[in-house]
């Protein structure tokens, strides 16, 4: 499955960003898919996760209550909405398919279990 992230940008402190992830091939309805952050100097890191109906989610402890993970099968899209960012939000932001399992009841945050990736976009959130 092919994936092209949307949506980054500027954004001041406090204010909001919609990024989206768009796929093509394969089959992403059936698959968990996760969002990873990395910034500038550092590991890339969990920042959200929802499994194939949208029925599971999961959040970082940084991101929990601020960003909400969704999916529309029917567009071939995931979604993360993040709301009150903060400036260490910053950071290009990837998502990414669990293309090994289908139609798991979880969804894992391991980075090392995703195995499509797409190209990132860039969050720049300033002070």
């Known amino acids: 499955v092919q994936l092209q992230a949307s949506g980054g940008g500027l954004v001041q402190a406090g204010g909001s960003l919609r990024l989206s992830c768009a796929a093509s091939?394969?089959?992403?309805?059936?698959?968990?898919m996760g969002w990873f952050r990395q910034a500038p100097g550092k590991e890339r890191e969990f920042v959200a996760a929802?499994?194939?109906?949208?029925?599971?989610?999961y959040y970082a402890d940084s991101v929990e209550g601020r960003f909400t993970v969704s999916r529309a099968n029917a567009r071939n899209t995931v979604y993360l909405q993040m709301n009150s960012l903060k400036p260490e939000d910053t950071a290009v932001y990837y998502c990414?398919?669990?293309?090994?399992?289908?139609?798991?009841?979880?969804?894992?945050?391991?980075?090392?279990?995703?195995?499509?990736w797409g190209q990132g976009t860039l969050v720049t959130v300033s002070s």
């Open positions: 990414a398919a669990d293309t090994s399992r289908e139609f798991g009841q979880v969804a894992t945050t391991t980075r090392y279990d995703y195995n499509s």
């Open positions: 929802i499994n194939w109906s949208g029925g599971s989610t």
């Open positions: 091939g394969g089959y992403f309805s059936r698959y968990g």
